[in-house]
C-alpha cells in the first residue's frame, strides 16, 4: 500500500515582503505544487494523496485560487487526494470549506469531521480536523479507541506535537507517541513546514514549496509504502519545491578575501530559482567592505532574491584605510567623524549602521575619485 503525504501548501500566501514579481512567482509555484504532487503520487503509482492541512492560507483565501486548486486535483482523475482543514484554513472558515465541499470534483474527499474515512477495502483514514485555528486539546485522542477492522490505520492530523513545538507558536498538544498508543500504521501530520520523522511512524511531510529561511529539509512531499499491516512504514521524500530558499551566515575577518568567501558559499546553479538571505557579521575593513558590497551588488541579478544584513558586520579600525579616503582636509575630519561613529559605545545600532555605512560609501568615492 503506498500514498503520498504532503501538507502546509499555503495556497495564497501574500509574501508581504517582497516586490510584486517575487509574490506573483512564490504564489504561483504554491498553486504548480498541486499539479507537481498528482504527478509525482502517479509516477510513484501512489493510491491516494494525504493533504495534512494548511492547504490555504488564509480562512478566505481568493475564489479564483480556490477554483484553481479544485481544478487542478480534478485533473488527476485517478488519485483521490484527501484534504483536512489546518490551522489557517481550520473549521472555522465554513464558507471556504462550504464552497469547497460544493465545487469540489469527485475525487476530492473532504477530512471534516473526526469519522473513519474507507478507501478501497484495506484503508481507513482516521482524521482530526483542527476546529479552530488554536484548538488546544489533542484532537486525535478519539483515534486510540477507532475500530478500522483488517485495515491500514492512517491517522490524519494537523498541529504541534508535545515536546516539539508547533510552526507558528500556537500550542502543541499532540501526544508524540499517538500512532504507537492507538496502533496507527502511520500518522500523517501538518503544521510544521520542513520534513520531520518524530517516530519511524509520525512524519511531518513540510511544505511541498519552501516558504522561509529557517533551513528546512529540502521541500517535497513524503511516499509512505508499507507492506503489510503492523510493518514499520517506508517514508521516501519526494522532492516537489521549484525554490531553494537559502539561508546563510558568513563570518568574516580582516585581512581575510570576503569575496571568495561569498563566492563558495553561494549555490552555482539555478540561482535564478533561489532566494538568498545572507547575514553577515564578523569585522572587515574598509576596502574589504566596500569589495564585498560590490559583489553583492554585481550578483544580486543573477538570484530570485538576495538580501544581504550588515548589522552584525563591523568596521576593522585601520587608519591606513581612512588615508586611502584623505590624509588630511577637510575629507579626513568627516572621515575621522564617521569612524568616531561606528563604535556601539553609547549609540544604538541603527546609528552605527548608518555611520557604517556612510563611511563604506565615503570611501568608495575616494576609491573611484583619489584626491590629488
Ligand atoms: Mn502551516
Not at 498528482?38 to 493510491?47: I, Q
Not at 483514514?125 to 490505520?153: K, Q, S
Not at 579600525?317 to 588630511?328: E, F, K, N, R, S
Request: with cysteine.
Amino acid at each position: 500500500m503506498r500514498f503520498l503525504h504532503t501538507a502546509d501548501l499555503h495556497l495564497a500566501k501574500p509574501f508581504g515582503r517582497f516586490d510584486a514579481d517575487t509574490q506573483a512567482a512564490l504564489r504561483m509555484a504554491r498553486l504548480d505544487a498541486l499539479r507537481r504532487l498528482g504527478n509525482a503520487a502517479r509516477a510513484d503509482k501512489a493510491e491516494f494523496i494525504l493533504v495534512a492541512g494548511d492547504t490555504f492560507d488564509a480562512e478566505a483565501p481568493p475564489s479564483k485560487v480556490v477554483r484553481r486548486a479544485l481544478d487542478l486535483m480534478g485533473e488527476f482523475t485517478d488519485l483521490l487526494w484527501v484534504l483536512l482543514p489546518g490551522n489557517h484554513d481550520s473549521l472555522a472558515a465554513v464558507d471556504l470549506w462550504e464552497r469547497i465541499d460544493r465545487d469540489k470534483p469527485d475525487n476530492v474527499i473532504l477530512a471534516l469531521t473526526p469519522d473513519i474515512i474507507e478507501i478501497g477495502d484495506h484503508v481507513a483514514i482516521l482524521p482530526a480536523p483542527p476546529t479552530v485555528r488554536n484548538p488546544g486539546v489533542d484532537l486525535t485522542e478519539w483515534m486510540a479507541d477507532a475500530r478500522t477492522g483488517h485495515r491500514f490505520r492512517i491517522g490524519l492530523a494537523h498541529g504541534g506535537i508535545l515536546d516539539f513545538g508547533s510552526e507558528e507558536g500556537t500550542v502543541a498538544v499532540i501526544q508524540p507517541d499517538r500512532a504507537e498508543i492507538s496502533k496507527l500504521d502511520y500518522l500523517a501530520l501538518g503544521d510544521w513546514h520542513g520534513q520531520k520523522s518524530i517516530t519511524p511512524r509520525t512524519w511531518y511531510a513540510g511544505s511541498p514549496e519552501a516558504d522561509n529561511f529557517k533551513g528546512h529539509a529540502p521541500a517535497g512531499a513524503l511516499l509512505v509504502e508499507i507492506g503489510a499491516l503492523g510493518d514499520i512504514p517506508q517514508v521516501t521524500p519526494v522532492p516537489i519545491g521549484q525554490f531553494d530558499w537559502r539561508p546563510l551566515a558568513l563570518e568574516f575577518f580582516a585581512g581575510t578575501d570576503p569575496v571568495q568567501q561569498l563566492i563558495e558559499a553561494l549555490p552555482a546553479a539555478d540561482r535564478d530559482k533561489t532566494l538568498v538571505r545572507l547575514e553577515a557579521s564578523g569585522r572587515l575593513g574598509l576596502l574589504e567592505q566596500s569589495q564585498l558590497r560590490d559583489t553583492c551588488t554585481q550578483i544580486a541579478d543573477d538570484f530570485h532574491f538576495f538580501e544581504v544584513i550588515r548589522d552584525q558586520l563591523g568596521i576593522e579600525q585601520a587608519v591606513d584605510d581612512l588615508d586611502l579616503i584623505a590624509t588630511g582636509g577637510a575629507l579626513r575630519a568627516t572621515a575621522d567623524s564617521l569612524f568616531a561613529a561606528t563604535d556601539l559605545q553609547g549609540r544604538t545600532a541603527e546609528d552605527v549602521q548608518i555611520a557604517q555605512i556612510a563611511l563604506t560609501h565615503l570611501f568608495h568615492i575616494a576609491q573611484q575619485e583619489p584626491s590629488q
